[in-house]
């Protein structure tokens, strides 16, 4: 049986609450579960201790058990420092598209061309008064 440790959403419309469960990874997000291991509430703010709870030696036993945790999970672990954190894929979609690096690299042109401006006038007054 394959083992997931994930959120099963509940709560009413625009108010999401959700339940860390141990589930087989065949059942339904919010179907049938074998073990509530903790609660999410996303509407509480980042810093607050009530944000998430769980059972830390449950959610143990359970990775040992060969459970394997959702993306959201691993972050969760990661925050209460039972997973060391990992470099994350950032894929190619988040880089800017093609006009938007031609604006880029022209706008640099253009400030390298201002720069070098402005550092002329200054070279030519430094040599000037070394001449004097």
């Given at each position: ?49 009530e ?42 979609k ?11 690299s ?27």
């Open positions: 049986m394959a083992m997931k440790i994930r959120l099963a959403r509940g709560g009413s419309k625009k108010r999401p609450y959700y339940s860390i469960v141990a589930a087989d990874s065949r059942m339904a997000r919010d179907g049938r579960f074998i073990e509530k291991l903790g609660t999410y509430n996303p509407l509480l703010p980042k810093d607050s201790e944000r998430v709870k769980m059972n830390v030696e449950r959610v143990q036993y359970w990775l040992s058990q060969g459970a394997q945790p959702t993306d959201r999970i691993v972050r969760m672990l990661e925050a209460a420092g039972l997973r060391e954190k990992t470099d994350r894929n950032n894929p190619n988040a880089k800017p598209g093609k006009k938007a690096q031609e604006r880029a022209e706008k640099a042109a253009k400030e390298a061309a201002a720069a070098e401006a402005a550092a002329a006038p200054a070279e030519e007054a430094v040599e000037e008064a070394a001449a004097e």
